[in-house]
Structures are given as structure tokens and as C-alpha cells.
């Protein structure tokens, strides 16, 4: 099994930025395909973005231009970096692994849902 632990969450004012981060250990075989997920108070989860091995990229269009998912593969490690944060970008930041139904086609990579979880890292931002 994979472990996920996130990093790097916080408070930050309104138009500022915030890089959260998520270490994996464990299975090599779980981390192909990784994404972000975010919780707020009422609703229901939503993705936020999601990453291939190799690089390629998707965004909720929420956040597209604003967020950008990186990784280092050597270091296991998946990155989000927020900027020009709105207060409507408070939530807890979930990482995901174990990629569940991936496909391709359209604008880049997709996945029904995950089946590995981190524990949350709360980001809230102020007005």
C-alpha cells in the first residue's frame, strides 16, 4: 500500500500564495497518476487537479491559471502551488494516489476517483 502525507497548508490573505505538498511511500505501483483534491465546510469533495508520471496535467477550470501541480518522481513527492488565492480556495487539500478508471482523451488526463488518501492539510485564506 501507498502512504500519503501532506505538508504546507496554513492561513494566507487574499492574491497570496501557498505550495502544499505530498510525500508517497510505500508501493511504486500506486503513484503513477497522483491529483489533489479539496473539501470545503457543506460541500462535497472536488478535484482540483491531477498528474501523470510523465507530466501531463489537469485542472478543475476553478483553478486553472492560478494552480499548478508539479512532482518529482525521484523524490516521490507531488506539489500544488496556489497563487492569487480567493476565499473561495478555503478547504482541506487531499492528496490521492491509486488512480481508479484513468483515461486520456479530451484535454488531458482524467480519473473516476482514487483509491489512496493523505490525511488532509487545512488551507484557509482570509479576505
Known amino acids: 500500500q501507498v502512504q500519503l502525507v501532506e505538508s504546507g497548508g496554513g492561513l494566507v490573505q487574499a492574491g497570496g500564495s501557498l505550495r502544499v505538498s505530498c510525500a508517497a511511500s510505500?508501493?511504486?505501483?500506486?503513484?503513477?497518476?497522483m491529483g489533489w483534491y479539496r473539501q470545503a465546510p457543506g460541500k462535497q469533495r472536488e478535484l482540483v487537479a491531477i498528474i501523470t508520471f510523465g507530466g501531463s496535467t489537469n485542472y478543475a477550470d476553478s483553478v486553472k491559471g492560478r494552480f499548478t501541480i508539479s512532482r518529482d518522481n525521484a523524490k516521490n513527492t507531488v506539489f500544488l502551488q496556489m497563487n492569487s488565492l480567493k476565499p473561495e480556495d478555503t478547504a482541506v487539500y487531499y492528496c490521492a494516489a491509486n488512480c481508479i478508471d484513468a483515461v486520456k482523451v479530451g484535454g488531458g488526463p482524467r480519473c473516476a476517483d482514487f483509491g489512496s488518501w493523505g490525511q488532509g492539510t487545512q488551507v484557509t485564506v482570509s479576505s
Open positions: 510505500g508501493s511504486i505501483f500506486s503513484i503513477n497518476t
